[in-house]
């Protein structure tokens, strides 16, 4: 899913994500905020009682008094919450990882390459 796709789209009372200092709960009437989401699972009560999750590895939320919109790079609805948390939360870390580890691959590649052109240029030579 791109940052641009919506990631839920329906009527709610009560909607529960996690930002960086921890759950927040909105429901209708809401005052205006912006903030961004950590990786978990966005809950969502619909006007019949029916319950939605969402897994987001994170993203934004912006809430006005009558919407609630949620912009994401990743996530996956379901409804078992079980399957979220231990499946996709997890997929979401491991990928977090290889990312992370990548990204040290690439500066330490980058840095070598510093080094060594240093090197060259301290011994006389020209670019």
Do not use: W
Not at 39 to 54: E, L, M, P
């Amino acid at each position: 899913m791109s940052c641009t796709d919506v990631v839920l789209d329906q009527e709610a009372v009560h909607v529960t994500v996690e930002d960086p200092t921890g759950s927040l709960g909105i429901r209708p009437g809401h005052a205006p905020l912006v903030t961004p989401l950590v990786q978990g699972i966005v809950y969502v009560r619909t006007g019949t009682g029916s319950d939605t999750y969402v897994a987001v590895n994170g993203g934004v939320m912006v809430v006005t008094p009558d919407t609630i919109r949620i912009a994401s790079r990743q996530a996956v609805a379901g409804s078992d919450l079980r399957h979220l948390e231990t499946t996709v939360l997890h997929q979401f870390e491991a990928e977090a990882e290889a990312d992370r580890t990548n990204h040290t691959a690439f500066e330490k590649m980058r840095l070598s390459f510093l080094r060594r052109v240093t090197d060259f240029e301290r011994s006389g030579g020209r670019l």
